[in-house]
T-cell receptor, first 110, second 115 residues
Framework: KQEVTQIPAALSVPEGENLVLNCSFTDSAIYNLQWFRQDPGKGLTSLLLIQSSQREQTSGRLNASLDKSSGRSTLYIAASQPGDSATYLCAVGGYQKVTFGTGTKLQVIP | NAGVMQNPRHLVRRRGQEARLRCSPMKGHSHVYWYRQLPEEGLKFMVYLQKENIIDESGMPKERFSAEFPKEGPSILRIQQVVRGDSAAYFC?????????????FGAGSRLTVL
């Protein structure tokens, strides 16, 4: 059974800092890993998708890496902004099932 | 492309009533997932359906909950005889193929409040 853990559970940083969110998973037999953002009371917005054959994906100030062998992914956010404040979820795609981590709640302080 | 549509966005029910949540997947998608998010908690998988088939319902409570995805029309998550503990946000996601190869696209969720 796939288990996905995200550390830290919460993070508060001043505006402008670079930061790293971590995601670890127990079963390395995955198809892909997806990072989502969830704003309070809202749905999920897909940020980045990394296929199992890839090592990283970049979109603007976001960079996600994947190390399947060690069961880890990181989401790097450069030059954080108050608008980045949200909960970030990683989701590990296996065969016919996607398992979510519990999320990291990020607050960027102006 | 309207994306994944969920309705109602908000639903209030009294204990013992039934709740029906609907999910229309993205155009061309034939795979639907339902997740539940309790207040201040993460997303918990409930059920994975393809058209007319339940593929994996390992996350569904054994009683009162059921899901379907008919050949025509939206996927329905049905909760009978609701209790206060059913109050949560219920999210639907769709994908075009087996989950492993495709991006999940989420709806905005249906928020159920049980009085």
């Amino acid at each position: 059974k796939q288990e996905v853990t995200q550390i830290p559970a919460a993070l508060s940083v001043p505006e402008g800092e670079n930061l790293v969110l971590n995601c670890s998973f127990t079963d390395s037999a995955i198809y892909n890993l997806q990072w989502f953002r969830q704003d309070p009371g809202k749905g999920l917005t897909s940020l980045l998708l990394i296929q199992s054959s890839q090592r990283e994906q970049t979109s603007g100030r976001l960079n996600a890496s994947l190390d399947k062998s060690s069961g880890r992914s990181t989401l790097y956010i450069a030059a954080s902004q108050p608008g980045d404040s949200a909960t970030y979820l990683c989701a590990v795609g296996g065969y016919q099932k996607v398992t979510f981590g519990t999320g990291t709640k990020l607050q960027v302080i102006p | 492309n309207a994306g994944v549509m969920q309705n109602p966005r908000h639903l209030v029910r009294r204990r013992g009533q039934e709740a029906r949540l609907r999910c229309s997947p993205m155009k061309g998608h034939s795979h639907v997932y339902w997740y539940r998010q309790l207040p201040e908690e993460g997303l918990k998988f409930m059920v994975y359906l393809q058209k007319e088939n339940i593929i994996d319902e390992s996350g569904m409570p054994k009683e009162r909950f059921s899901a379907e995805f008919p050949k025509e029309g939206p996927s329905i998550l049905r909760i009978q005889q609701v209790v206060r503990g059913d109050s949560a946000a219920y999210f639907c996601a769709s994908t075009g193929g087996a989950s492993g190869a495709n991006v999940l696209t989420f709806g905005a969720g249906s928020r159920l409040t049980v009085l």
